[in-house]
């Protein structure tokens, strides 16, 4: 499994992209989803396996490193963060910051190794059952998928909806793929060939988070002195080792299903271990089983995520859509054919990630300080910088200034769609998962000669169908049981 | 929760269309409404080169699925008004107009002199006064971002007067 990562190349690649990771994790509103579309990019310079390799480093590595400015300013760096924030902080402020690290430290690389070897086994196993997948079941699938938009982390269930139903119809646009004729182009010849995955991604969350930051020009971080990261103590690990495995168990099963993420596992994983825990009132207030919780599901969740994109195509998270593109780009498709043909390239994926969580433990582990010290920079300096890669970035695709037009109207769009409580991600997987659902209903259509009841016959199918009708209705029931459904 | 029916209180108090989910309900709505219609003008293929449904009917039942949702929770909000949202401050809108003059120079003028433009308007107004930082931001990080994909991704920029300089 390691064998193709013994190359300098590959190293000196894994090298920077845990780096690059903890970077974007440790500064807030930047993240591996913004991170990976900004590189993208740049991995065209790259072998297929290097690019791979490096976004998947940063997906890790961004993952842990919000953990930093979680536990240290009480900001998450990735939204994925926020649960870490609840004991990270307060446990700070006692003055044990080096303890509250160290536990994020260790379970988060536990959970990310504990996911990677689910990834081992399970992305293989789900790839040879998706050789039965004909196109009713992978429309199907994507409707499933879709419909698990209505129960991610932020946003209503009904505005996910609505924003996932928008990110397919930004897939629309161009000339339609079977027929030719053009669609929402209104005589603008740059889009027939429809809207990029980059400018919207860009635009969605790197701009997006630049006008965010122009309204919090008055915040003030409380930051927490952090003198060292220390590994956990005795017993700390042993009020702490089941939550951690358990954690990792959610986080890995949260990540396999399609377009969940670190954001929903670290809050399960969190009140999970709030519930078994033997002292709940602690929580809140700087306990160690919180962290735990937290970090050990939203890193586990990183391999869970992997295992829908490699083995189906279909992305567990928003980082892995990015992912998923940068795979398509490079001219890799995911499905099961890629596990028959391709073996060495996916075990250098594997692999990548196992050495991304050991080196993200060496790194946080000594170099948290100077990781902090990164949210220094001020963002009326940051953030003029981020927009120049973000627009170069974005023209460099395609050499397209249209590309870049588009970037700045989808910035625009997503704080506004931010401000009044829409997320942003279910537009992102929805673009990602848009053709895959027009095409495969299509052809569905065709196999079944218009006769759309044929799809309740293939069990596969209303399998999904059935799971679909429970992923929308379980969020629905619980929100009206919060009062939160809009 | 005093402080949650403050802030619904207070945007109960406001007129209905100002309030935000009718803002959000009426932008969707309108936008879905225009897009639903465009639809009908697209292309037709005949029958026999028909495979499955018409090129305009999977946007069209999109556009409608996102206005029947968008009504949902347009209806759900007359049981549970939306927080009120705070006034957006004079950065945003200036951060916004830098958006716009970055559009028209890098269309009329040149695309690296847009990038610089918008940079050190938008460090300026974020709150910098230091002439090394707003050089920083403005000139030299977008001439290392250029030569970078320039030189290693080989990437052409699309012409004007600084650029040209450059290529010519």
């Known amino acids: 499994m390691m064998a193709p990562l013994f190359s300098s190349k590959l190293l000196l690649v894994l090298l920077f992209g845990t780096l690059f990771g903890l970077v974007l994790g440790v500064l807030p509103g930047l993240g591996p989803t913004t991170g990976g579309a900004l590189i993208l990019p740049f991995t065209m310079t790259l072998d297929p396996l290097s690019a791979i390799i490096l976004l998947t480093s940063i997906y890790c590595a961004g993952t842990y490193g919000g953990a930093i400015t979680a536990v240290l300013i009480n900001t998450p760096g990735t939204p994925a963060a926020a649960a870490t924030c609840l004991d990270g902080y307060p446990l700070a402020q006692k003055g044990e910051a080096g303890r509250a690290l160290g536990m994020a430290t260790v379970s988060s690389t536990v959970g990310g190794i504990f996911s990677v070897i689910v990834l081992v086994f399970f992305a293989p196993i789900l790839a040879n059952l998706a050789y039965e997948f004909g196109q009713p079941e992978y429309f199907a699938l994507a409707i499933f998928g879709l419909t698990m938009l209505a129960s991610i982390g932020d946003g209503s269930p009904i505005k996910n909806l ?64 952090l003198k060292a990261v220390k590994l956990p103590t005795k017993d700390d690990y042993k009020k702490t080792w089941k939550t951690i495995l358990r954690s990792s168990g959610i986080g890995s099963f949260i990540g396999v299903l399609p377009a969940e993420g670190g954001t929903v596992a670290s809050l399960i994983g969190y009140s999970e271990a709030k519930r078994f825990s033997k002292n709940p009132e602690e929580f809140g207030k700087g306990s160690v089983e919180g962290i735990a919780g937290a970090e050990a599901a939203n890193n586990a969740a990183t391999g869970g995520a992997m295992v829908p994109t490699l083995a189906l195509g279909i992305p567990g998270s928003a980082t892995t859509a990015v992912i998923l593109t940068g795979l398509i780009i490079h001219g890799v498709r995911p499905g099961p054919d890629l596990f028959k043909e391709q073996p060495e390239f996916l075990y250098g994926i594997f692999g990548a990630m196992l050495v991304a969580n050991v080196l993200f433990f060496i790194f946080g582990f000594f170099g948290a300080k100077l990781f902090a010290r990164i949210t220094l920079v001020p963002n009326k300096i940051l953030w003029p910088m981020i927009f120049a890669v973000s627009v170069c970035g974005t023209y460099s695709l395609s050499q397209s200034i249209i590309d870049v037009w588009i970037m700045l109207f989808f910035g625009v769009l997503g704080f506004f769609m931010r401000r009044y409580g829409f997320s942003v991600v279910p537009v992102i997987i929805g673009l990602i998962l848009g053709e895959l659902v027009e095409g495969t209903l299509r052809q569905s259509i065709v196999i079944f000669d218009g006769n759309w009841l044929m799809f309740l016959t293939r069990p596969i199918a209303l399998t999904f169908f059935i799971l679909s009708l429970i992923a929308l209705a379980f969020p629905l029931i619980r929100s009206k049981k919060n009062k939160k459904i809009i | 929760m005093n402080n949650v029916r403050n802030k619904k209180r207070a945007n109960k108090s406001l007129p209905f269309f100002f309030r935000s989910e009718f803002k959000v309900f009426f932008t969707i709505i309108l936008v879905s409404t225009i897009l639903l219609i465009s639809t009908f003008s697209f292309d037709t293929v005949p029958p026999i080169l028909n495979r499955g449904i018409q090129p305009a009917t999977f946007p069209k039942g999109l556009l409608v699925l996102m206005i029947v949702l968008t009504s949902i929770i347009y209806y759900l909000s007359f049981r549970r008004p939306w927080k009120k949202e705070k006034n957006l401050p004079k950065p945003f809108f200036l951060t916004i107009i830098s958006f716009v003059l970055f559009i028209v120079i890098s269309k009329t003028l040149d695309f690296f002199l847009a990038i610089s433009v918008l940079s050190i308007f938008v460090s300026y107004n974020w709150g910098e006064r230091r ?31 600084i650029t040209n300089l450059y290529y010519y």
Not at chain 1, 163 to 183: C, E, H, W, Y
Not at chain 1, 189 to 212: D, H, K, Q, R, Y
């Open chain 2, 131 to 161: 002439v090394f930082y707003l050089l920083l931001v403005s000139i030299i990080f977008p001439l290392v971002v250029f030569i970078f994909f320039e030189m290693i991704l080989g990437l052409r920029f699309p012409p004007g007067i």
């Open chain 1, 162 to 225: 609505i924003a996932g139903a928008f990110g397919i119809l930004i897939s629309t646009v161009g000339k339609d793929f079977m027929t030719s004729i053009d669609r929402f182009t209104y005589g603008i010849n740059e889009l027939s060939v429809g809207i990029g995955f980059i400018p919207v991604v860009v635009g969605l969350f790197a701009i997006s988070e630049m006008l965010t930051q122009s309204t919090l020009l008055d915040q003030v971080f409380k930051r927490v002195a």
